[in-house]
């Protein structure tokens, strides 16, 4: 174990990083900790064990008695599942809809949206490709105009810039909280608050899939209409699950278009009902044993000690960054004035892949970001990407920062 003490600037290379955090029993818990050193958390996790028994015990039980009966068996534990995701961003459950993925929520969202021709969006300059693919094509099928939130001296989110795009043919204001591509933490909160002192009525969303489980997610304090987020990254959940948390004035206001059996109900021939939580905004069709695994993992997250995982992963982010911006050959590329878990950053001579391939012989995961992600802030560079979590000790960063080392 080592002991922790913050960077005091990011590419301070006499910092010593001093750490009491407890981290043995998260490694026990993770298998995936046993053979490699996985830096790729912003990806996808590796999950505790628990998360994998209890997939697969749902797994056993649809093969004793069918799918829905398992499902029907689990309704308490569903029910408990949905109450245990919405105290993790401090949510009440009516107002959580389970959702495959990030994208998906966003789809349902963007679906549901009353966005129309003339209208203006604004995004976040660090936002996910994902996000910006579905807006850009509304601006061709729709003549919707994309706004940029241009980001402040320090590299992130400038909620002031709002004072002067902000109108009202805004109808929607889009904000990523932590950027795939680049360690910052943007302040989703000063964005939501702004909205709210300059009276806007756009609806405000906060792609939140990097955020949850390596930092606090309070859904109010954000002031966020909807907020998402994956299962399978800093949670620790399993592919193919995520959330959707929507407010009581977007439940009061939209439909959750389009809704299936699950989420309404044919009354008759020309009428419907709408369930009346964010469950109008799920699909029918999901694995509940994936689903059963994500609720492990929120509840493995709230039994450990949540704000020392969370603090975990900023030392060992802000370690890396600091050894290495410190190694000749490398650049970080990582701003910001609050960074997160995510490290990046380029050789001066190698490709990004090149690195990404000498971790991989080292037994080190780590991951290429391509500038697809983000075009505009990568300009045209794919780069590197580490990004570790609590379970991650001094020796896999090491063995990470050795093996860069020998590469410059
Ligand atoms: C910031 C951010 N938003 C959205 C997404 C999309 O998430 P998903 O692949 O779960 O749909 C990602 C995926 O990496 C992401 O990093």
Same mark, same amino acid.
């Given at each position: ?34 053979? @490699?050193?996985?830096?790729? /958390? =912003? ?10 028994? *209890? ?42 809809? !389970? ?5 998906? =929520? ?10 129309? @021709? ?6 976040? =300059? ?32 400038? %909620? ?10 805004? #109808? *929607? ?8 591509? /680049?360690?910052?933490? /943007? ?8 909205? #709210? ?26 002031? =966020? ?10 949670? #620790? ?37 709408? *369930? ?13 044993? /994936? !689903? ?26 802000? !370690?890396? @960054?600091? #050894? ?33 391939? *000498? ?40 063995? %990470? ?8």
């Amino acid at each position: 174990m080592f002991q922790c003490c913050m960077a005091r600037t990011l590419l301070d290379p006499s910092v010593v990083i001093v750490d009491s955090f407890d981290r043995s029993k998260l490694r026990a818990d993770t298998p995936g900790c046993d053979h @490699r050193v996985h830096l790729n /958390n =912003a990806g996808s996790a590796p999950s505790p064990s628990v998360v994998t028994e *209890a997939i697969i015990e749902h797994l056993r039980l649809e093969e004793a008695v069918g799918g829905y009966e398992a499902a029907q068996a689990r309704t308490e534990q569903i029910a408990t599942g949905r109450a245990g995701v919405a105290r993790l961003v401090n949510a009440d459950a009516d107002d959580i809809a !389970f959702m495959e993925s990030s994208t998906v =929520a966003l789809h349902r969202i963007l679906s549901t949206l009353p966005i129309r @021709r003339g209208d203006r969006v604004l995004v976040a =300059a660090s936002e996910y490709g994902s996000t910006i693919l579905p807006l850009l094509q509304l601006t061709r099928r729709l003549g919707v105009r994309l706004d940029i939130i241009p980001d402040g001296e320090d590299g992130s989110l400038d %909620a002031s810039s709002l004072d002067r795009l902000l109108d009202d043919d805004v #109808r *929607a204001v889009f904000a990523v909280q932590c950027p795939s591509h /680049n360690g910052l933490v /943007n302040d989703v909160t000063a964005l939501g608050r702004r909205l #709210r002192d300059l009276g806007s009525h756009a609806w405000y969303v906060v792609d939140a899939c990097q955020s949850v489980g390596q930092v606090p997610v309070d859904v109010g304090e954000i002031g =966020a209409d909807f907020l998402y987020a994956s299962g399978r990254k800093f949670l #620790r959940g399993p592919r193919g699950t995520g959330f959707l948390y929507v407010a009581p004035r977007a439940m009061a206001g939209l439909d959750g278009f389009p809704t299936d059996v699950h989420g309404g109900e044919w009354t008759n021939s020309d009428s419907f009902q709408l *369930a009346d939580t964010a469950i109008r905004f799920e699909n029918f069709e999901r694995s509940y044993a /994936n !689903f059963m695994g994500l609720f492990r993992a929120v509840d493995y997250l709230q039994e450990t000690d949540q704000h020392g995982v969370f603090a975990a992963i900023q030392r060992n982010a802000e !370690f890396l @960054r600091c #050894r290495i911006g410190a190694t000749p050959g490398y650049q970080v590329l990582d701003r910001g004035a609050h960074r997160s878990g995510i490290v990046t950053f380029v050789h001066t001579r190698l490709t990004a892949a090149d690195v990404v391939g *000498a971790l991989a012989a080292a037994s080190v995961t780590a991951s290429v970001v391509r500038p697809g992600i983000n075009p505009v802030d990568l300009d045209g560079r794919s780069t590197v990407r580490l990004s570790p979590h609590a379970f991650n000790d001094e020796s896999d960063l090491n063995l %990470a920062l050795r093996t860069l080392s020998e590469l410059s």
